[in-house]
């Protein structure tokens, strides 16, 4: 026998119910996470000015932080914005093996020589394959320098084509489209392409002997940035995100900011998901595009001054446009 319990009602409007056996063993569940109530907010990690640095994640996987600095991602510079937050280019992972290692990302150009002597003090294995998340500079543009060294750059077809359309030198030379897999010294990374959102090339880089991805910038530290220029998209995103959610891993290196789990994508996912509900509400009303952003109400997601904010912010009006349809 089942008893029913009161519907629970979490924020997005979503509805979930449990069903609890007699003995008050749950026997069925939607999902036993999805019962379990996520902050709204997103309490992001305050960030200081720093040296790059590497961090152990799990036995055989890095991650590769840092520069911290002030203004953009490439310090305070003409024309770059300044938000007077610290921030820091992508984060790098590093995955060794007996017979070598595989990067994933390398920064900008200027980052790379300082990305390799991190990688020295953990490992002495050789670095044998780079792997994309994406294209964007903060991330990738630092491939020319790798691949001149003779390494193998391994990206989804749609990351080379942007890479050729903003003539950006170190395209991928292998290519994939829905999902590849590099193998070394007895381990398994693979490559997922689960559909658009920060661009159309966005891919999660599976280690699923360690239960752990890197998702680029699919999950930030901060609020998502949306590239329409390379075919991203608020709506696939959550969709892209639902599919992320499928994969069986417990720790996520995000495309910038700290390590988190799987929790912390689900309710990255949730607030995103109660954004664009705001958004369509408000691009459907027809509230004008001055009156937009503070319509969103992004302080009670975290987002109204997180280090992606100022970027988010370039995109607004087709962010508008796209709820609006
Ligand atoms: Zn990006």
Redesign the pocket.
């Known amino acids: 026998m089942l008893v029913k319990l009161p519907e629970k009602t979490y924020y997005g409007g979503m509805r979930f119910t449990s069903f609890v056996g007699l003995g008050g063993a749950v026997v069925l569940v939607a999902a036993a996470a999805l019962t379990q109530q996520f902050p709204l907010r997103q309490k992001t990690e305050k960030l200081a000015t720093g040296p790059m640095r590497v961090d152990k994640v799990k036995d055989g996987l890095f991650v590769i932080r840092g520069p911290f600095v002030p203004c953009g991602t490439r310090g305070c510079r003409p024309g770059g914005a300044d938000d007077k937050l610290i921030h820091e280019p992508g984060d790098v992972a590093l995955r060794v093996t007996s017979e070598g290692a595989i990067l994933i990302d390398d920064k900008y150009p200027e980052n790379v020589a300082d990305v390799l002597a991190l990688v020295k003090t953990v490992t002495q294995q050789p670095v044998k394959f780079l792997l994309n998340t994406?294209h964007?500079g903060d991330?990738a543009s630092g491939n020319a320098n790798i691949r001149a060294m003779g390494i193998n750059i391994v990206g989804h077809k749609n990351i080379r084509a942007n890479f050729l359309r903003i003539k950006q030198p170190g395209e991928p030379n292998i290519t994939f489209a829905d999902e590849g897999a590099v193998y070394l010294g007895g381990v398994e990374v693979q490559l997922m392409y689960l559909g658009r959102g920060?661009t159309n090339g966005d891919t999660v880089i599976y280690f699923p002997d360690l239960k752990t991805v890197h998702t680029g910038?699919l999950i930030i530290d901060a609020m998502p940035?949306i590239d329409y220029s390379a075919g991203g998209s608020a709506i696939e995103f959550i969709k892209t995100i639902d599919n992320l959610l499928k994969v069986d891993f417990d720790t996520m290196i995000p495309?910038h900011g700290r390590v988190m789990n799987k929790d912390d994508v689900r309710a990255y996912r949730n607030r995103f998901a109660e954004m664009n509900r705001r958004a369509r509400e408000l691009a459907h009303k027809k509230v004008p595009l001055n009156q937009f952003q503070a319509a969103l109400k992004l302080d009670d997601l975290g987002w109204a001054d997180s280090v992606s904010t100022s970027a988010w912010v370039t995109s607004l009006q087709q962010y508008y446009d796209e709820m609006g349809r």
């Open positions: 994406h964007h991330h920060h910038d940035v495309g």
